[in-house]
């Protein structure tokens, strides 16, 4: 009898809910969003960068960052929550975020730094690099010698959004991504 109770009151709560409606109550258009761009380095002039978010709502939903070599195959993959990303915070509606997602991947937003040569100098005695009120951090792992070494290179560099206050700089070096550090930035 117990068993015959709960199944009836599972039926019932799963006919109580409109299709359409989330566990919430209310209607959502889901966050599905996608964007493209190219990241045309010597190195790889067929790189590309994408990213979506996918979600119940765009307060809610997951954005991945996803770095193909030419060939299509993935060197770099991220998941972000939006509402921690400068770039994506503000987004509230797929288009929105269709948008914000552009703006993201879009590698001629990083114009301050778009290859190695371009990181701030790391000084003999100093605890990481200087860059005055833009403090840059070194990866866990990167001592000084890589870190010039990477400078010295001149290698393509992709830096993106990944916090509020921070950029994420990954070098491509023989066909990989390599974590160089957080370039932070007032926010």
């Not at 790889?44 to 960052?65: F, H, K, M, Q, W």
């Not at 290698?155 to 550090?181: H, I, K, T």
Request: hydrophobic letters at 40%; aromatic letters at 6%; one cysteine or more.
């Amino acid at each position: 009898m117990r068993a015959v109770l709960i199944t009836s009151l599972v039926c019932l709560a799963l006919v109580a809910c409109a299709p359409g409606e989330s566990e919430h109550g209310s209607l959502s258009e889901g966050c599905d969003a996608r964007a493209v761009a190219t990241w045309n380095t010597q190195a790889d002039p067929n790189a590309s960068i994408e990213a979506n978010t996918t979600g119940p709502d765009c307060a809610r939903a997951v954005a991945t960052l996803i770095i193909r070599n030419g060939s299509g195959e993935p060197i770099y993959s991220a998941t972000h929550l939006p509402s921690q990303v400068m770039t994506l915070a503000q987004a509230s509606t797929p288009a929105a975020m269709q948008t914000a997602l552009q703006e993201w991947v879009d590698p001629a937003t990083n114009t301050t730094m778009q290859t190695t040569g371009a990181l701030p100098e790391w000084p003999a005695n100093a605890e990481s690099p200087q860059n005055g009120e833009f403090p840059f951090y070194p990866a866990e792992g990167v001592t000084r010698e890589d870190y010039n070494e990477l400078r010295s290179a001149n290698l393509p560099l992709y830096c993106y959004v990944q916090g509020m206050e921070s950029l994420n700089c990954l070098a491509l070096r023989d066909g990989a991504l390599e974590s160089v550090g957080l370039q932070s930035f007032p926010g």
